[in-house]
Each structure stands twice: as structure tokens, then as C-alpha cells.
């Protein structure tokens, strides 16, 4: 067969099976139609056995297509599966040709009969129509509702699961978190941060929290970490700074300022409650004796104090739960 130059070649199971699917789809030298492909698919990927069946009836079935001849079979078997399963004289027992009903009777009852039929038949596709990267992962996920990206996740999750095996309840709780940032945050500190963290107030903090905890801290516009800051002084979770609350704080930064700073600043020298009262008058709007977050946001912003601490909880986000520097010039900022 073929022009004189024509010489014999060799295909790979996986190309002649390639080639025969093609050709069983309605391919042909100038291409495959879109719609044949569709078809062609559904049948591979959702096809039930019965279509399945006649689909393999079609590769064997004459050029009528409406029987199958066993010295053709056999021939075509020796070629793919280098032999013929012994269960294929019950096809044709009554005689050298089969109708579609006896081939797909017989062919039900021995799907593994031959490499193609056991590929169909018994659960051996595994093309899909639908790429499962599509569905977003864990990961993917939480980069899409934080300010990290998905490589800075799974790194996290690695020091999460390393700092919650200090745990002694399995848990990653206050008595496990306390130690681990407190120094260099004050003791009076660690609860108010650990509650930053833990959203859902069930006294320990998963996975998803500190996620979202370190975004906020560590990487939203500034008006996002100050929130985080502003959580970390609101001790009873009511949504304001209280003046006993905000002489807490105002204590616990100046404590900060003196741990890590040994320049001088006014307040260093003026009476707690004279501080506490100078932000109150100039920030309380609601002149209800307490700041709001929006209250304190406009507070911090230009705040030494409050930037220091800020600056803090940067360092130990990073060195100590595990964040990683998303610029050089961000790892320059960490001791």
C-alpha cells in the first residue's frame, strides 16, 4: 500500500489507541468536527455502559456497521492486546458474525475481555471535562480574603502547626500564645493581642485566624493595622476605648516606648491621666467619654506611641508567628 517510498513503521499502543479514537469520533484527514468532539467526550467521561458498549460495537462493526465479524476482531485484538481472550468464543458461539444485542450482551457480562473494553467499562477513564484547578484550594482561598499571597500561607501553615505542638491541649491557647510573644510584648499585652486574633471568641486561635490576624497586622493600608491595634486595647469587646481602657493603654505603649526607644518624647513626662485626657479632648467625638475605632484610627495615625507599637507587633508577627518579609526593604525593618 502507498507511494514506493512508503515504508513500514512502528506506533506505541498509546498512538494507535490515540489514532482509532480519533477516527471513531469522525475524524478524518482534514480534521474533527467540534461538535463530533463534544459528543466524543461525553461519551469517554459521562457515557453510561449501554452507550459505552455500542461505541465499542462501532470500532469492531463491519463497514455497515450492523454486525461484527470474528476473524476481524480477532485480527484487530492480535494487533492492540497481542492476543484474544478466550472468553470472546461465547460472542460467537452461534456463529462467525454478531449482531449490536449479542456483542453488547457478552461484552457487559466481560468487560475486562480486552485492554480497550476495561479501560471504558471498568472505571479506567480518568479524563474529566472540568479542570479541578478551577476550584479554588484552602490556600487560594484565604490569599483571596487577605493581603497574602498563597505561597506566604502554606509557609504560615507550617509554623502554625510547629507552634500549636507546644500546646499542652492541643490548642492554640493563651497559656501556649503568652510565651511565645511575651517578651518582647508586656504581659499586660499578650491576652489583648491573643483576643485580636481569636475572632469568633472560642479562646484559641485556628489556622484561618492568624491568617487573617497577621494580613491585618502586617500587610492592609494602614488604617486596617491600626484596627488590629485598636482590637488589641479593647479588652471587653465592645466596639470603644473606654478612659480605664485607654489608661491601659496608654501605660502599656509608654512601657513599649521605653523597651525600645531611648529617645525622649513629652509624654515621658506628663501625668497619665493629663495623656488620657488630652486624647479624649482632642478625639472623642461622641463626647461620651470614650474613643470609637474611627476615633482612634485618626488618633494613631500621627501618633509616636502608637506607631512604635504598631511597629512591635510588625517584628514579632515576622520573627516570632512565622510571616514572611514581602520586600527587601520590609526585612530590613526586622531585627
Known amino acids: 500500500m502507498g507511494a514506493k517510498e512508503s515504508r ?183 491576652e489583648g493581642l491573643f483576643n485580636a486574633f481569636d475572632e469568633n471568641r472560642d479562646n484559641h486561635i485556628d489556622f484561618k485566624e492568624i491568617s487573617c490576624g497577621l494580613s491585618a497586622c502586617c500587610r492592609g493600608p494602614l488604617a486596617e493595622r491600626q484596627k488590629f491595634c485598636f482590637k488589641v486595647f479593647d479588652v471587653d469587646r465592645d466596639g470603644v476605648l473606654s478612659r480605664i481602657e485607654l489608661r491601659d493603654m496608654v501605660v502599656a505603649l509608654l512601657e513599649v516606648w521605653k523597651d525600645n526607644r531611648t529617645d525622649d518624647i513629652p509624654e515621658l513626662h506628663t501625668d497619665l491621666s493629663d495623656i488620657v485626657e488630652g486624647i479624649l479632648n482632642a478625639h472623642d467625638t461622641t463626647k461620651m467619654g470614650h474613643l470609637t475605632l474611627e476615633d482612634y484610627q485618626i488618633w494613631s495615625v500621627k501618633n509616636v506611641l502608637a506607631n512604635e507599637f504598631l511597629n512591635l507587633l510588625f517584628q514579632v508577627c515576622h520573627i516570632v508567628l512565622g510571616l514572611r518579609p514581602a520586600t527587601p526593604e520590609e526585612e530590613g525593618q526586622i531585627i
Not at 498512538?15 to 484527514?29: D, H, K, N, Q, W
Not at 467526550?41 to 452507550?51: A, I, K
Not at 500564645?177 to 508586656?186: C, E, H, Q, T
Open 8 to 190: 513500514i513503521g512502528f506506533l506505541s499502543y498509546e498512538e494507535a489507541l490515540r489514532r482509532v479514537i480519533y477516527c471513531s469520533f469522525g475524524g478524518t484527514s482534514k480534521g474533527l468536527h467540534f461538535n463530533n468532539l463534544i459528543v466524543g467526550l461525553v461519551l469517554l467521561t459521562r457515557g453510561r455502559d449501554e452507550e459505552k458498549a455500542k461505541y465499542i460495537f462501532s470500532l469492531f462493526s463491519s463497514e455497515s456497521g450492523s454486525y461484527v465479524v470474528r476473524e476481524e476482531m480477532e485480527r484487530m485484538l492480535h494487533v492492540v492486546d497481542g492476543k484474544v481472550p478466550d472468553t470472546l468464543r461465547k460472542c460467537f458461539s452461534e456463529g462467525e458474525k454478531v449482531n449490536y444485542e449479542k456483542f453488547r450482551n457478552w461484552l457487559l457480562l466481560n468487560k475486562d475481555a480486552f485492554t480497550f473494553s476495561r479501560w471504558l467499562l471498568s472505571g479506567g477513564v480518568y479524563v474529566t471535562l472540568t479542570d479541578d484547578s478551577d476550584t479554588p484550594t484552602f490556600y487560594q482561598t484565604l490569599a483571596g480574603v487577605t493581603h497574602l499571597e498563597e505561597s506566604d500561607i502554606i509557609d504560615l501553615e507550617k509554623r502554625y502547626w510547629l507552634l500549636k505542638a507546644q500546646s499542652r491541649t492541643g490548642r492554640f491557647d493563651l497559656e501556649t500564645f503568652g510565651p511565645l510573644v511575651s517578651p518582647p510584648i508586656r504581659p499586660s499585652l499578650s
